[in-house]
């Protein structure tokens, strides 16, 4: 199945091509200040579930993205359970109201198990994020993914290792920058340790640590105009 828009658009080197807009313009203040307002949608891992600080790996993440020349208002729009079909029925009515008045408007997306949990094919997994991800380019929003991560089931880990390059292909087609998170994570014992003490699917506070920092060594800075 082709990654099509939810309206038809044509992908890169199809015909007629979008115009796709990986980042927004960057506008500033009298005061230089950048006034911008960042949603995370996604599943449980976006909201955090499992993690005795109740950071998870977003609030990590934004405790490491303070900046004097930045006013940032994130939102943590995780729901424990969706997959990226919920999450492409919902961005819009959640992310709309929030970006209300912002300057800038930025969008990271993070969907994974979910998928495999509801039976979509891989196909449509990518399609879901497709259309995200171009609907979002089309109103100028800028887009940041970051993929499923491993669990300690050697079986579903099969799947997830898939979803995670399809949706890794889907933004490379796209320039929207994508962070791996399942093959630095597969064999770290330090993640595997943390699945253990849990569920098997959710990591503690040392687990969202590692995938805060690949978030934040995986182009965060530059997408967020950090430097």
Not at 102 to 127: F, I, N, P, Q, Y
Not at 137 to 151: M, N, R
Not at 166 to 193: F, I, K, N, T
Request: glycine share 16%; charged share 20%.
């Amino acid at each position: 199945m082709d990654d099509h828009g939810t309206d038809g658009e044509s992908r890169p080197g199809s015909g007629a091509e979008p115009e796709f807009i990986p980042s927004p313009g960057v506008v500033t203040d009298d005061a230089g200040r950048r006034d911008v307002g960042l949603c995370f949608v996604g599943d449980s891992l976006v909201a955090g579930y499992g993690d005795p600080k109740a950071l998870g790996w977003v609030g990590r993440v934004m405790s490491r993205s303070q900046h004097p020349d930045l006013d940032l208002t994130a939102y943590n729009l995780g729901v424990r359970g969706q997959d990226s079909g919920d999450v492409l029925a919902r961005w819009r009515a959640e992310c709309m109201p929030r970006w209300s008045g912002r300057a800038e408007r930025r969008l990271v997306v993070a969907v994974g198990a979910g998928d495999l949990h509801t039976g979509l094919s891989t196909a449509r997994s990518r399609l879901n994020l497709a259309n995200v991800l171009d609907e979002a380019s089309a109103k100028g929003i800028g887009t940041f993914v970051v993929g499923p991560t491993p669990t300690l089931d050697a079986r579903l880990n099969e799947r997830v290792e898939a979803l995670a390059q399809a949706q890794g292909d889907v933004c490379s087609r796209r320039g929207v920058p994508y962070v791996d998170c399942y093959q630095p994570l597969a064999g770290h014992e330090q993640w595997l340790g943390d699945l253990a003490a849990g569920d098997g699917t959710h990591p503690g506070q040392a687990g969202y640590g590692l995938v805060a920092w690949l978030v934040l060594h995986g182009g965060w800075g530059p997408w967020l105009g950090l430097g």
